[in-house]
Every structure is written in C-alpha cells, then in structure tokens.
C-alpha cells in the first residue's frame, strides 16, 4: 500500500508541476524582401533566377508587369498560366538567362507565338498537382 500512495503522490505532483509550467509563445517570422527585377519573370522556386523571353505566356503579366511567382504571387487563387518549361534548367535548359535589372529586349516575342507546354498556378505547381 506504501508504494501505491508514493505512486499517487507522484503523479499529483507531476500534474501540477505541469500546469504551472509557462506556455512558449510560438512566433514564426517570414521576411520575403523584394521580388527580383527580371525583364521577362522569374522562375517560381529558389533562387528565384530571371526567365529568358518565351518562358511566361501573356497571361503573367498585367499592362506589361510581371504578375510574380513564388513568395510575391499576387495573382488569385484560382490562377493558371502556361509555361514553355523547355526554358527550365529542371529540364535541361542551358540556354542565357537575363541579370536582374535587365531590360526586356526590343524584338520581344509576339504574344501569339507562345507555345507553352505546362499550366502552372505561381506557386510552384503545376496543374493537377496536389497543392
């Protein structure tokens, strides 16, 4: 009987041990800077490099700004796009890629030509992809 009351002892004194335990307050900070200057977009997954012109169809860009992709998507939710990800180093891309802060080159391709191959929704999935 002794060693249940010590048993009993201990685990009332544990629950209370437990409740005045102070409560962690959780903070997660997400600092996600400025959107990367590309002339053409930039790819929706880190380190975020410039696109070459032909990556983005027409439906990225709002009066000729970028609609962002990645942390600075502002775009709806329900937003899709398509892509030609034969750009994409993921797919064997080796081509030039533009610096940030370049300008768009003058003999832009007309937005009609666009072929893409892939819907994407700007935030780094692509259609039909579990999000």
């Not at 201990?10 to 102070?22: D, E, K, M, R, S």
């Not at 903070?27 to 790819?43: K, S």
């Not at 892509?83 to 891309?93: A, E, I, L, M, R």
């Not at 081509?95 to 666009?114: D, N």
Request: with cysteine; hydrophobic share 35%.
């Amino acid at each position: 009987m002794n060693g249940f009351k010590f048993l009993a002892l201990a685990a009332v004194a544990g629950i209370f041990l437990a409740a005045a335990a102070p409560k962690a307050q959780a903070q997660v900070a997400v600092e996600v800077g400025v959107a990367p200057d590309c002339p053409y977009g930039y790819y929706d997954y880190a380190p975020y490099n410039c696109v070459p012109d032909g990556y983005y169809g027409s439906e990225w860009f709002n009066g000729g700004v970028f609609v962002g992709v990645g942390p600075w998507f502002h775009g709806s939710n329900d937003f899709q796009g398509k892509v030609d990800n034969s750009f994409d180093p993921q797919h064997g891309y080796n081509g030039m890629l533009p610096k940030v802060g370049e300008k768009a080159s003058a003999q832009r391709r007309a937005p009609e030509k666009f072929k893409g191959n892939e819907t994407r929704d700007g935030r780094g999935h692509t259609a039909g992809e579990k999000k």
